[in-house]
Nanobody, 118 residues
Framework: QVQLVESGGGLVQAGGSLRLSCTAS????????MGWFRQAPGKQRDLVAT???????NYADSVKGRFTISRVSGKSTVYLQMNSLKPEDTAVYYC????????????WGQGTQVTVSS
């Protein structure tokens, strides 16, 4: 069983910053990619950023230049530094990971709310 626990969400004014953290535990073998996704009310869950075991990153166009994903080498911990936040960044943010053995299967955290006020 894989568990992911997120923290760091909250309420911030537009232009502000937040840092999300996620730690995975449980029966994890060969993590391939960790990442962050978000879901706003009434919308689908979208990719925000991912990072591979080798450190390669991928970002949604809407967050490029504002958000930075990082991962502690050798650890099952991933961060999302969010700067210059906008009201449209308001969503529930989910941490996720997949494995080398099963890259099409994503394991999900419970989510953390991020609210950006204008």
């Amino acid at each position: 069983q894989v568990q992911l626990v997120e923290s760091g969400g909250g309420l911030v004014q537009a232009g502000g910053s937040l840092r999300l953290s996620c730690t995975a535990s449980g029966s994890i073998s060969g993590i391939n990619r960790m990442g962050w996704f978000r879901q706003a009310p009434g919308k689908q869950r979208d990719l925000v950023a991912t990072i591979t075991n080798g450190g390669s990153t991928n970002y949604a166009d809407s967050v490029k230049g504002r958000f930075t994903i990082s991962r502690v080498s050798g650890k099952s911990t991933v961060y999302l530094q969010m700067n210059s936040l906008k009201p449209e960044d308001t969503a529930v943010y989910y941490c996720a990971l997949n494995t080398i053995r099963s890259p099409s299967t994503w394991y999900w955290g419970q989510g953390t709310q991020v609210t950006v006020s204008s």
